[in-house]
């Protein structure tokens, strides 16, 4: 079978001059097999309304589209460093580029993508918690947020402390795990209890922060009243006040609250 460009879905044909014709049989079934598995990536990045750069195919995936791409890019990069069975072809390297997926190919170890993976997501963590004027020192992403970048941090940063404790399938790296610990070393050493905190705080503080937007307050000046005629900030401003008499407090949840208290 000669790959031509009609052999090619509407969505790839601008790949058809990097793939010439009179390719090794086995070569263009590589090539055939990668426009298709590229195609499949880039309609999930549509459904998922992620860029191209933010994903990476998930092996392990519940999904059978995202998990057939992740298994097939694990036996490419074994290739490229001349492991496995695959074969590592310079078209096939064309056509990953060419739909913007370079990143999968960029790394030539499973911890360089690791480490660049998390430089990202540390970097977002920031924009995040800048966002949402939450200390980074405070700021614990949720698995269970609505905000889908925030979430997939939430889910890799459970995965990575599970790998700490030697459970799941995830990796653990020692450049990976300074790079948390010299930027937000509380998300590996939060304990389970501490965190269960940090995540009611966190909406409570959302609130409080809606409140104050509401009001046209500054955050910083915005004081939770017991007196309110708002039920949720009256209790809010009742926990903030039992919580400081409290001796058994969290140094994340401290520092969360003391954004009240800055003049």
């Known amino acids: 079978m000669s790959l031509s460009v009609n052999n090619i879905s509407s969505q790839l044909s601008t790949l058809s001059k990097y793939i010439p014709d009179g390719l090794f049989p086995k070569e263009e079934l590589a090539v055939d097999r990668w426009v298709q598995l590229c195609s499949q990536a880039n309609t999930l990045c549509v459904e998922r309304n992620i860029s ?18 992740g298994i097939a890019l694990s036996n490419y990069r074994q290739a490229m460093s001349g492991k496995g069975t695959s074969r590592h072809y310079e078209y096939v390297d064309n056509i990953i580029t060419k739909n913007g997926f370079f990143h999968w190919i960029r790394f030539k170890s499973d911890e360089d993508k690791a480490v660049y993976k998390w430089q ?14 939450i200390p980074l020192e405070s700021y614990y992403p949720s698995q269970r947020s609505n905000c889908l970048l925030e979430k997939e941090i939430g889910i890799a ?4 402390r599970q790998a700490m404790q030697e459970k799941g399938t995830h990796k653990v790296y020692d450049s990976v795990t300074q790079m948390i610990m010299d930027k937000c070393p509380h998300w590996l050493l939060i304990s389970v209890l501490e965190k269960k905190a940090i995540d009611k705080w966190r909406k409570r503080f959302e609130y409080i922060k809606k409140r104050s937007e509401e009001q046209c307050i500054p955050l910083s000046q915005y004081r939770p ?18 919580y400081q008499l409290n001796e ?11 954004v009240f208290s800055e003049s």
Do not use: G, W
């Not at 990202?120 to 004027?133: C, F, G, P, V």
């Not at 940063?157 to 990575?160: G, I, K, P, Q, R």
């Not at 058994?248 to 003391?258: E, G």
């Open 52 to 69: 191209k750069d933010d994903f990476y195919p998930n092996q392990h995936s519940k999904s059978l589209v995202e998990r057939t791409i």
């Open 157 to 160: 940063l459970v995965n990575y």
């Open 120 to 133: 990202l997501r540390m970097e977002e963590a920031k924009k995040i918690a800048d966002n949402l004027q």
């Open 248 to 258: 058994s407090n969290y140094p994340s949840v401290n520092r969360l609250l003391s």
């Open 225 to 242: 009243s017991r007196y309110s005629k708002d039920r949720k900030e009256k209790e809010i401003a009742n926990a903030m006040s039992f």
